[in-house]
């Protein structure tokens, strides 16, 4: 387990110390997914064929592929695309923290979820206000924190259990 948080740290500096590269990569590794996610949509769709409103599902299932397919096809555009996802996804993620911080008040919970939404609100506003700049290195920085976090999450529970079954 330390060969991974060491490894997901490694990939995370690598992310971070080359956003671009890492925006293009993300972005092309979203485009196949979705190709993959649509196919198996439209297998499973056709396996239930006989079952009620798969319809939908094989329609789904298309536009899945098609919107895999133009990501890669213009990857460019597709970074646009998903930089504006995320940051309305980010803002809009922060509005429903901020509802549950005032749901949550009286608890010590309701200050760690507005200082969420705060710092949601703010990566959201930051990634709108700066397109298209924004577009060609904040998912690369993104993928590279989210990896930079996952090695130290990962050491950190490796150096918790090291330290449980330790006589």
């Given amino acids: 387990m330390t060969f991974v948080g060491i490894t997901l740290l490694a ?3 690598i992310a971070i110390l080359a956003p ?4 293009y990569v993300a972005t092309i590794v979203i485009g196949v997914l979705l190709i993959a996610g649509g196919i198996v949509r439209l297998f499973h769709g056709l396996d239930e064929r006989h079952r009620h409103a798969v319809g939908w599902l094989i329609v789904s299932s298309i536009l899945y592929v098609g919107a895999g397919a133009a990501v890669l096809w213009a990857p460019l555009i597709g970074t646009l695309s998903l930089t504006l996802v995320v940051g309305t996804l980010f803002v809009v993620g922060a509005v429903s923290k901020a509802i549950r911080s005032y749901q949550f008040r009286g608890t010590g919970a309701s ?6 939404a705060i ?3 703010g990566l959201g506003l930051l990634l ?3 397109l298209p700049a924004t577009a060609f290195w904040a998912l690369g920085v993104i993928v590279g924190v989210d990896l930079i976090m996952g090695g130290i ?3 950190g529970a490796t150096s918790l259990s090291k330290s449980v079954h330790t006589p």
Wanted: net charge negative; proline share 0%.
């Fill in 153 to 155: 999450a990962v050491l």
């Fill in 20 to 23: 671009i590269a890492s925006t």
């Fill in 119 to 121: 710092v949601s609100g």
């Fill in 11 to 13: 990939l995370g500096v």
């Fill in 128 to 130: 709108l206000a700066g």
């Fill in 111 to 116: 200050g760690w979820l507005l200082f969420d």
